[in-house]
Each structure stands twice: as C-alpha cells, then as structure tokens.
C-alpha cells in the first residue's frame, strides 16, 4: 500500500519558472490538501480539495494553482517561482467518510529551492 | 478566519519529566483536534486526536484534553524518551470532515538523556 506519493523529492529552480509538483494517493481518499512548512511557521494551509472537481483556497493560496481531475491526483503548480517560495511541500489525502477514522496521511514531502 | 495559536515555541525536559504543549484555536465550529508528530527529515503522522464530545483521552503515555468553553487543548508526554524528541503540531477542523485541517506553528521537543 502506497499511501500517498509526492514527487519529486527535491527540486532548484530558477526565479520565474514553472513547475508541477505531484501528488497521488492510492486510499480512494476525497479530501486532499498541499501544505508548505518553513521555520517558526508550521504547515500552511495553501489549497485543498473535497472531491474530483472541486478545489477552494487554503491560507496561503498566493502563487500557488490547483486541480483535482481524478480522486487519486492533486498536482500543486508554481506558474512562476519566486525565492518566496522556497519551503518544504507535503501533500495530505483524508477520507470525508462520517465516522470514519479521518487521519491525515502525509506525503514524504518536496524540498523546494528558487534561486 | 480560522487560526490555532501554539506554545511553547520549543520544549527541553529532561528524560523521564513530564512534557505539555498548549494549542488555542479561534474557530468555535471546530470539533476536531489531532495532534501529529514529525521526526527529523520525515513526514508528520498521527499520534493521538479527541473529538469535541469528549474531554480528555488516553493512549500509552500521552494524552489529550480539550475545553471547549475556553477553545484550548493541550499534550501532555508522561516519563519522556529521548526518542519522543521531534516537533509537534496541533491542529483544528470544523464539523464535517471536509473541514480545513489547520495547523499550529509547532513545538519542538527535546528530551535530554
């Protein structure tokens, strides 16, 4: 069992370029969720979803866009990096199921550098 | 909009004293509280959550309680292990689960041998 997957695992880019950051969980989970962490901040809340179709913005949107064409993949895209944004990503999938056990799994995470 | 607010900021006990993080939370439709813990260079994963219709649970050495009337919850890590060294976080979600899990700023926890 996979569990959630996040790729890649480490990535430089350069001020203003883009990237995919990806996302896939195999727990037919219909929440998902991109964190960001960075020091003295915790995990920030960037955007989530609750179904295929449906994505609304977390805390820190700014940058950041989504998409949930299937249950299975969250892609988090940077359109057009800033150093602002370097942090470490981690995915997050939960089922909506009532009276379900809702833990949050996590992603191994993306080390993220712009320069 | 919601917010959960943690302290301490850092946490150093000696191995075998008693460790409590405090968490507040602004969102009074809130009614779920996990507690996750992240070792260095890991992913954060579950170690305990209580739900709003209860006030205290248990697991092993750690424990959860919740005041509702005051929107706080708190940690407590009896007799702690070196390997309970890590950061922790607290976190809040509204009534359904397809609620916003949000995050405090995290703690982290040092247990000297």
């Known amino acids: 069992n996979a569990g959630v997957t996040q790729t890649p695992k480490f990535q430089v880019l350069k001020t203003g370029q883009s990237m995919t950051l990806q996302c896939a969980q195999d727990?037919?989970?219909?929440?998902m969720s991109w964190y960001r962490q960075d020091p003295g901040m915790g995990l920030r809340l960037i955007h989530y979803s609750v179904g295929a179709g449906i994505t609304d913005q977390g805390e820190v949107p700014n940058g950041y866009n989504v998409s949930r064409s299937t249950t299975e993949d969250f892609p988090l895209r940077l359109l057009s990096a800033a150093p602002s944004q370097t942090s470490v990503y981690f995915c997050?999938?939960?089922?909506?199921?009532?009276?379900?056990?809702?833990?949050?799994?996590f992603g191994q995470g993306t080390r993220l550098t712009v320069v | 909009g919601e917010n959960v607010e943690q302290h301490p900021s850092t946490l150093s006990v000696q191995e075998g004293d008693s460790a409590v993080i405090k968490c507040t939370y602004s969102?009074?439709?809130?009614?779920?509280f996990p507690w996750y813990k992240q070792e260095l260079g890991k992913r954060p994963q579950l170690i305990i959550d209580i739900r709003s219709n209860v006030g205290e649970k248990k697991d092993q050495r750690i424990a959860v309680t919740l005041n509702k009337t005051a929107k706080h919850f708190s940690l407590h890590i009896t007799e702690t292990q070196p390997e309970d060294s890590a950061v922790y976080f607290c976190a809040a979600r509204r009534s359904s689960n397809t609620g916003k899990l949000i995050f405090g700023q995290g703690t982290t926890l040092q247990v000297k041998p």
């Open positions: 997050a999938s939960s089922t909506t199921l009532l009276g379900a056990n809702t833990e949050a799994f």
């Open positions: 969102d009074s439709a809130s009614n779920y």
């Open positions: 727990m037919n989970h219909e929440y």
